[in-house]
């Protein structure tokens, strides 16, 4: 059968037909419950966030993967970006959570997988919902290219109304890189212009956004390898969300708890023997909330090429030991580069 005649004919499907569903059972599983713990202590909230991120991405692939392979048995799916996830509850190591996934969206190569996370159990709750886009890609001959996919049929109303979400949810991201590209407004050249009019002050004292920056450096090895020669994107996005949660506890005074997950986007696939320079940054802080960007470089030293892999906004929030949100400084850019992260940050911020 050829590709045309698979992408026709009896292979329409509805995103009923797409649902995955993965578990993490931490109630019975001791070794798995310790693996996702983030302190040896009793804390409100204390789960690995990072870990949950690269689940998800692993759900994700799952998920586009098992629709994808209907067509084209050989082929990979990768991730092409994460978009606001929006955690509202808390989660700890001793009920289990579930995953519960399906494709809300299909174009021409590429998919909207979402995602509820829920905790079960004694008051039970939703976690978070969360969007990925992944893209099918085929490596024939060596070199991966798109794939065109069949479009999903959309038979009941709650599938229509989370494809036109997913569609809104594209736009805005269009929306967003336009804006991005914008001078600043009026408003928002007066609020840059106060910040550094405070800093020429005598007695200053306020924290300035160069003193808040970590980086972190390593190789990518054969056990991060996921799709050949490539590695895990949910294994990056690990490591880049635990470098920007030790960035947030340099300003936060408290406790600093991720509450969203601005965007992830994967620009390059990172190979094998990568090298991989970690930057977080903090770029704006709220009231009781702390944005960090957090970027990944590779650089292959033998083809001498260099390029961004991944770029992440993280929003952490400020709490207390009952995870009641606290006040945290105002942070002070100094540079133009600066001026821009906070800009961009400013502009969606939780508060």
């Given at each position: 059968?050829?590709?045309?005649?698979?992408?026709?004919?009896?292979?329409?499907?509805?995103?009923?037909?797409?649902?995955?569903?993965?578990?993490?059972?931490?109630s019975t599983d001791p070794v798995v419950a310790r693996r996702f713990l983030?302190?040896?202590?009793?804390?409100?909230?204390?789960?690995?966030?990072?870990?949950?991120?690269?689940?998800?991405?692993?759900?994700?692939?799952?998920?586009?993967?098992?629709?994808?392979?209907?067509?084209?048995?050989?082929?990979?799916?990768?991730?092409?970006?994460?978009?606001?996830?929006?955690?509202?509850?808390?989660?700890?190591?001793?009920?289990?959570?579930?995953?519960?996934?399906?494709?809300?969206?299909?174009?021409?190569?590429?998919?909207?997988?979402?995602?509820?996370?829920?905790?079960?159990?004694?008051?039970?709750?939703?976690?978070?919902?969360?969007?990925?886009?992944?893209?099918?890609?085929?490596?024939?001959?060596?070199?991966?290219?798109?794939?065109?996919?069949?479009?999903?049929?959309?038979?009941?109303?709650?599938?229509?109304?989370?494809?036109?979400?997913?569609?809104?949810?594209?736009?805005?991201?269009?929306?967003?890189?336009?804006?991005?590209?914008?001078?600043?407004?009026?408003?928002?050249?007066?609020?840059?212009?106060?910040?550094?009019?405070?800093?020429?002050?005598?007695?200053?004292?306020?924290?300035?956004?160069?003193?808040?920056?970590?980086?972190?450096?390593?190789?990518?090895?054969?056990?991060?390898?996921?799709?050949?020669?490539?590695?895990?994107?949910?294994?990056?996005?690990?490591?880049?969300?635990?470098?920007?949660?030790?960035?947030?506890?340099?300003?936060?005074?408290?406790?600093?708890?991720?509450?969203?997950?601005?965007?992830?986007?994967?620009?390059?696939?990172?190979?094998?023997?990568?090298?991989?320079?970690?930057?977080?940054?903090?770029?704006?802080?709220?009231?009781?909330?702390?944005?960090?960007?957090?970027?990944?470089?590779?650089?292959?030293?033998?083809?001498?090429?260099?390029?961004?892999?991944?770029?992440?906004?993280?929003?952490?929030?400020?709490?207390?030991?009952?995870?009641?949100?606290?006040?945290?400084?105002?942070?002070?850019p100094v540079t133009y580069a600066e001026d821009a992260r906070l800009l961009?940050?400013?502009?969606?911020?939780?508060?």
């Open positions: 059968m050829t590709d045309d005649n698979k992408l026709n004919g009896d292979t329409a499907l509805s995103p009923h037909d797409t649902r995955y569903l993965f578990i993490l059972p931490f983030a302190r040896d202590s009793s804390i409100v909230g204390n789960i690995r966030f990072g870990k949950i991120l690269e689940t998800l991405d692993k759900v994700a692939e799952n998920t586009a993967m098992a629709y994808v392979q209907r067509f084209y048995p050989e082929a990979r799916v990768v991730t092409a970006a994460v978009d606001n996830i929006v955690l509202r509850n808390p989660a700890d190591t001793k009920r289990d959570l579930v995953f519960s996934s399906q494709i809300n969206h299909v174009g021409r190569s590429s998919m909207e997988v979402g995602i509820r996370v829920e905790r079960l159990g004694e008051g039970s709750s939703h976690l978070a919902s969360c969007y990925f886009t992944m893209v099918a890609r085929s490596a024939d001959s060596g070199e991966a290219r798109s794939l065109s996919l069949p479009p999903l049929q959309y038979p009941q109303e709650l599938d229509k109304k989370r494809y036109q979400k997913a569609e809104l949810r594209r736009q805005a991201y269009r929306d967003g890189l336009a804006q991005a590209e914008e001078m600043p407004s009026l408003d928002e050249y007066l609020f840059l212009k106060k910040l550094h009019k405070e800093q020429e002050e005598e007695g200053f004292s306020g924290i300035r956004a160069g003193q808040l920056v970590l980086e972190s450096t390593c190789r990518a090895y054969p056990e991060q390898e996921n799709v050949p020669k490539t590695i895990f994107g949910g294994y990056l996005i690990r490591k880049a969300y635990e470098l920007a949660a030790l960035a947030a506890e340099m300003v936060a005074p408290n406790r600093a708890v991720p509450c969203q997950v601005n965007r992830i986007n994967f620009n390059q696939p990172v190979l094998l023997g990568d090298q991989l320079k970690f930057t977080a940054r903090v770029v704006y802080t709220g009231r009781t909330t702390v944005t960090v960007q957090s970027d990944i470089e590779r650089f292959n030293r033998n083809a001498g090429d260099k390029s961004l892999s991944n770029s992440c906004l993280f929003t952490f929030r400020n709490v207390d030991s009952d995870m009641q949100p606290q006040p945290v400084p105002f942070i002070y961009s940050a400013y502009r969606q911020r939780l508060d």
